[in-house]
Nanobody, 116 residues
């Protein structure tokens, strides 16, 4: 079956960096658009970044533009989220998502906490 497994979350000080990874299995990873979403305490899930399968187009949420970078390695079936200049408001559970037409898959999430 399809699995998406996130890793790389943790506790980081404001201004610090983290890189999240999401390893996929059970699907033809290269044909899927991949995204990162996040859900903070008491908040709705929001889109962080998307990277399309073809052409490599990206889209970022306004609050992370210029600080976060999404990338993928199709050979490793992995999507990454490089997060720089982290702020306390970036604290959330981060989820990866793979989507193609009506097919959509989610990981279980990884906690990112930004605090001094």
């Amino acid at each position: 079956q399809v699995q998406l497994v996130e890793s790389g979350g943790g506790l980081v000080q404001p201004g610090g960096s983290l890189r999240l990874s999401c390893a996929a299995s059970g699907l033809t990873f290269s044909i899927y658009d991949v995204s990162w979403y996040r859900q903070g305490p008491g908040q709705e899930r929001e889109l962080v970044a998307t990277l399309t399968s073809a052409g490599g187009s990206t889209n970022y949420g306004e609050s992370v533009k210029g600080r976060f970078t999404i990338s993928r390695d199709n050979d490793k079936k992995t999507v990454y989220l490089q997060m720089n200049s982290l702020k306390p408001e970036d604290t959330a559970v981060y989820f990866c998502n793979a989507a193609r037409y009506r097919f959509q898959y989610w990981g279980q999430g990884t906690q990112v906490t930004v605090s001094s």
